[in-house]
Nanobody, 116 residues
Framework: QAQLVQSGGGLVQPGGSLRLSCAAS????????MNWYRQVPGKEREWVAA????????NYANFVKGRFTISRDNAENTMYLQMNSLKSEDTATYYC?????????WGQGTQVTVSS
């Protein structure tokens, strides 16, 4: 069945970089859009970035513009979030999703901690 498996989280110093991965498998349809969200305890999930497939476009939350880049490797069925110039405020659990006509699938989440 369809699933999104995430990896790439970890501990990084302020100003550092991480690349998150979201590997898709079992999908019979392509995603209308793919998104990255993040969440800290006690708060709602916060939208970070989106990749729309038809037509191809990208959108970012203001707080990550110029620092984060969303991308997809179709051959590997993997979406990425390249995170540069990380700040302590970026500390959160990051989730990817795939939006289909019939619903939305979510990855399991991966922790990103930015600390010196």
């Amino acid at each position: 069945q369809a699933q999104l498996v995430q990896s790439g989280g970890g501990l990084v110093q302020p100003g550092g970089s991480l690349r998150l991965s979201c590997a898709a498998s079992g999908f019979t349809d392509s995603c209308i859009a793919m998104n990255w969200y993040r969440q800290v305890p006690g708060k709602e999930r916060e939208w970070v970035a989106a990749l729309l497939n038809v037509p191809s476009s990208k959108n970012y939350a203001n707080f990550v513009k110029g620092r984060f880049t969303i991308s997809r490797d179709n051959a590997e069925n993997t979406m990425y979030l390249q995170m540069n110039s990380l700040k302590s405020e970026d500390t959160a659990t990051y989730y990817c999703n795939c939006r289909l006509r019939g619903g939305t699938y979510w990855g399991q989440g991966t922790q990103v901690t930015v600390s010196s």
